[in-house]
């Protein structure tokens, strides 16, 4: 080999030996770091609220840092029930400066946004066209817990489950099983609520796979919703800001005088949590009403009562000794606690009455009082993950 191949060779290896060097210090990826999937189904009396917050989210597009390199905010949305097709949008800067959201892609209405199928779609999509290192997922319609809708696309009074999408007058939604199966696992590393009922331990416990943290509501919520002008920047982040944007929504309305709850839980210590509960009740008893208990519904929406007060409730007067209550007790606090990162609740109910919650009692969490409900929903409620594991 003569000589100046041999001094090929080793500048070869050189640069390759610089060029891994170098590659120690530079990122792992180009991608956005984030984005941040807001899914809104506003075909339904909320179509006006939508609007309003869409212009929230546009005022505060200047204060989301790194928006359109490091992050990406996408709005999926059924903007009303006369729609004909659904948009994916993505919020970005115009020419001049201002901001607006941007339609990336349109779907049909052949599929309801309720149908777990046109969930997926959508899913799949945001990570093809706004592919990132960590998603944020937020679900904004009406939403009414666990409970199951029996109508058969009849067009009842709204019974409980997520979203409410109507269209040609057949009305839609999705209970808790098929949202849970419609969401996939760990692609998104939040899930916040925007819609009422949502932080009932049922619903958030069969959710537990899918992300590291939910937020919500386990009241209904005021039709405004989240103020985004102010949250939207605290969510969007690199690293978002969730007790914030928590405590932003709390403020905003407790501040008014209005009544307000918010919970933002860690999905990690879930099945902790349900193992606690789920010695209380095997050695406690179900109390014999629900008789004071703090209810977070509203009629006819009645029955949502706080978690934590449901089941500290199964040990007054059970059968057991005093260190063993107290023992009990202690490790369903404590498994709570790891759980619950930050909790909010007014002492204002929505019907307006001063001092009606006490947010003392305040877990974080409403429950279902077993076997008070028809049998139909009875039935579904006992085939619950929650139910499952708590009532084996």
């Known amino acids: 080999m003569n000589r100046f191949l041999s001094g090929i060779i080793v500048l070869v290896a050189l640069l390759a030996v610089a ?65 004909t097709e659904a948009t994916l949008t993505e919020l970005s800067r115009e020419a001049g400066g201002s901001y607006d959201f941007k339609t990336i892609k349109t779907y049909d209405r052949d599929l309801f946004s309720t149908d777990p199928e046109r969930m997926r779609q959508v899913f799949s999509d945001v990570r093809l066209m706004a592919e990132a290192q960590t998603y944020g997922l937020v679900m904004w319609s009406h939403a009414t ?28 939604k999705c209970d808790i099983v098929e949202l849970a199966d419609a969401i996939p696992d760990r692609m998104f590393d939040f899930i916040w609520f925007d819609c009422c009922y949502m932080m009932c331990i049922e619903a958030i416990y069969q959710l537990r796979a899918k992300c590291d943290y939910i937020a919500g509501y386990p009241t209904e919520d005021w039709s405004p919703g989240m103020n985004y002008d102010v949250t939207l920047p605290l969510m969007a982040a690199a690293t978002p800001d969730l007790k914030g944007a928590a405590k932003a929504f709390y403020d905003y309305y407790n501040d008014a005088g209005m009544a307000v709850t918010v919970s933002l839980i860690a999905t990690a210590g879930l099945d902790r949590l349900a193992t606690a509960a789920a010695d209380i009740y095997a050695a406690g008893q179900r109390p014999a009403s629900a008789f004071g208990l703090q209810d977070y519904g509203r009629s006819p929406y ?16 059970a059968d057991i000794s005093a260190g063993d209550s107290s023992r009990l007790a202690g490790a369903f606090s404590q498994a709570l606690g790891e759980v619950l990162i930050y909790g909010g609740c007014s002492s204002k109910d929505f019907n307006g009455n001063n001092y009606a919650f006490d947010p003392d009692i305040y877990s974080g969490f409403s429950c279902h009082f077993p076997d008070t409900s028809a049998e139909d929903l009875e039935q579904y409620y006992r085939n619950l993950d929650w139910t499952m594991a708590t009532n084996p």
């Open 145 to 172: 817990g666990w409970f199951p809708d029996f109508s058969a696309h009849e067009v009842p009074p709204m019974q409980r489950s997520f979203g409410w999408d109507t269209y040609q007058n057949v009305t839609d």
């Open 302 to 317: 009645r029955g949502l009562y706080d978690f934590g007060q449901l089941t500290n409730a199964y040990l007054d007067g």
């Open 19 to 83: 060029a891994c060097d170098r590659s120690k210090d530079e990122p792992a990826s180009s991608q956005p770091k984030r984005t941040l999937l807001i899914y809104a189904v506003a075909s339904n009396n909320l179509s006006t609220y939508l609007e309003k917050d869409v212009q929230e989210m546009i005022e505060a597009a200047p204060d989301v840092a790194g928006l359109g390199k490091d992050v990406r905010v996408l709005l999926y949305s059924v903007a009303s029930k006369t729609a």
